[in-house]
């Protein structure tokens, strides 16, 4: 698999922000699909928000919506989520993923992984 990296991540308490990136070096994200996908610990993986290769399209999990706004900065090989009003719940390894064909939720339609970024909110 293509690696990529996320990076941004740490430690927020409740309410605040953070904006984690994803980047490839071995291919122009604007050709992939990207998925943003977390997982808390003893739990499964879930998907957060997806973005289409034009980023015409975007998919935000409800419990994200309002809150989370993924986008993309091509100029940059660069695709971001924003993350606003930030919940102890949010707590997470992020992880960005991509794939040659269109977006998709589900985690086993994707094709390349970064390491994962951990997001810790607490007070």
């Known amino acids: 698999q293509v690696q990529l990296e996320e990076s941004g991540g740490g430690w927020v308490q409740p309410g605040g922000s953070l904006r984690l990136s994803c980047s490839a070096s071995?291919?122009?994200?604007?050709?992939?699909?990207i998925g943003w996908f977390r997982q808390a610990p003893g739990a499964e993986r879930e998907s957060v928000a997806n973005?289409?290769?034009?980023?015409?399209?975007?998919y935000y999990a409800d419990f994200v919506k309002g809150r989370f706004t993924i986008s993309r900065d091509n100029a940059k090989n660069t695709v971001y989520p924003q993350m606003e009003a930030l919940k102890p719940e949010d707590t997470a390894v992020y992880y960005c993923?991509?794939?040659?064909?269109?977006?998709?939720?589900?985690?086993?339609?994707?094709?390349?992984w970064g390491q994962g970024t951990q997001v810790t909110v607490s007070s």
């Open positions: 993923a991509a794939r040659t064909r269109g977006l998709a939720i589900r985690t086993t339609e994707y094709e390349y």
């Open positions: 071995e291919f122009p994200l604007e050709t992939k699909a």
């Open positions: 973005i289409s290769r034009s980023g015409g399209t975007t």
